[in-house]
């Protein structure tokens, strides 16, 4: 199994890290786990306060989302309780 090592730059460290243990434990093959660790880090380098980026207008997330595939990452931090209630 592909080893899950990436440190974020700027990212939230606690989605970052939790949304690689979810990853790690939906028994994907390397190649998948690889991708979505990348898509993750790419992403979340480019916008370390997912708070701020869902402020953006919807289409302009849902494009970006389209273009990056970063849904899995999203999808995953809207039902994590710990980084939900830290927003409110």
């Keep these: 199994m592909t080893e899950l ?6 990212s939230d460290r606690g989605l ?3 949304y690689l243990e979810h990853v790690k434990a939906l028994g994907l093959s390397d190649r998948a786990i690889r991708d979505r660790v990348r ?3 790419d992403f979340l380098g480019r916008h370390p ?3 701020a ?4 207008p919807a289409a302009e997330r849902v494009s ?18 710990a980084w939900a209630d830290a927003g409110r």
Aim: include cysteine; charged fraction near 15%; proline fraction near 8%.
């Design 53 to 56: 980026w869902m402020g953006l």
């Design 49 to 51: 306060d997912l708070q």
């Design 64 to 81: 970006e989302l389209n273009r990056t595939g970063a849904w899995p990452l999203v999808c995953y931090a809207i039902g994590d309780p």
């Design 16 to 18: 970052h890290a939790g």
């Design 39 to 41: 898509i993750a880090a």
């Design 5 to 10: 090592i990436v440190y974020p730059s700027r």
